[in-house]
């Protein structure tokens, strides 16, 4: 690992493997100017990793509505981050979620015991309108055993960036068209950042990590793989 110094920003590179990431920062990176850290993937066979995804989410992917999630920075990792401008030779945590080439298998709320298929919440629809006397009892995504996904996604791109960097194309590939009734063209500038601070906050604000926190983020870039039917 080298650690250099260029124009005022520290730089740190790593070799992995055939290839090599890097990790840029700033003299300030405990500011709100902090730069991103670009991953680039290494070498290795191909891993496949679990991801959660609410019914919202897993629609928007499956109709083509997102293509890239952004998941929190655990503060134990960052903090590996940060103590990495001092301390060159600690190692750095690589994205929990994988690398480009990697897969994710994904987790949604289902029920594998209702009848001779497994059925996904994210379908919508009722079981008493198919004729079944009452609405089955869903399981958490969490508990979704990897045999009993139906999505399997592939790892384009892995990118580290503070929450409210996000611009108006990133919202959309996040999936905040499928949060707002409004098409992309009825957007005016920043409208597409607005839905998505929402649609964060609504999942993330209740765990301490709101769009005003602004923490660092893993952007995850990612096309469909396969779903199975």
């Known amino acids: 690992m080298n650690l250099i110094h260029q124009g005022g920003d520290w730089q740190c590179l790593k070799k992995i493997g055939d290839s090599e990431f890097e990790i840029s920062y700033n003299n300030h990176f405990h500011g709100s100017t902090s730069k991103s850290f670009d991953y680039y993937p290494g070498g290795g066979n191909v891993k496949e990793y ?25 503060p134990e990792i960052l903090d590996k981050f940060i103590n990495l401008i001092w301390n060159p030779n600690e190692n750095i ?8 080439g990697d897969r ?31 609405e089955p009892i869903w399981k958490p995504s969490i508990h979704m055993p990897h045999w009993a996904s139906r999505i399997t996604l592939e790892i384009d791109e892995v990118r580290v960036e503070r929450l409210q960097d996000i611009d108006d194309d990133g919202a959309i590939a996040e999936g905040a068209l499928s949060y707002s009734p409004s098409t992309k063209s009825d957007w005016s500038v920043g409208f597409g950042v607005a839905c998505f ?20 983020c893993w952007v995850i870039k990612f096309h469909i793989l396969e779903v199975a039917s």
């Open 93 to 100: 945590n690589r994205c929990p979620f994988g690398q480009p």
């Open 50 to 74: 679990p991801i959660l995804f609410s019914g919202e989410m897993v629609r928007a992917i499956l109709e083509g509505q997102k293509s890239q999630t952004r998941r929190i920075i655990k």
């Open 197 to 216: 601070r929402n649609l964060w906050d609504s999942t993330c604000a209740k765990r301490g990590f709101g769009w005003e926190v602004n923490p660092f």
């Open 104 to 134: 994710l298998w994904v987790r949604e709320t289902f029920n594998n015991n209702w009848c001779d298929h497994i059925i996904y919440k994210a379908d919508g629809g009722s079981a008493k309108a198919a004729g079944y006397a009452k």
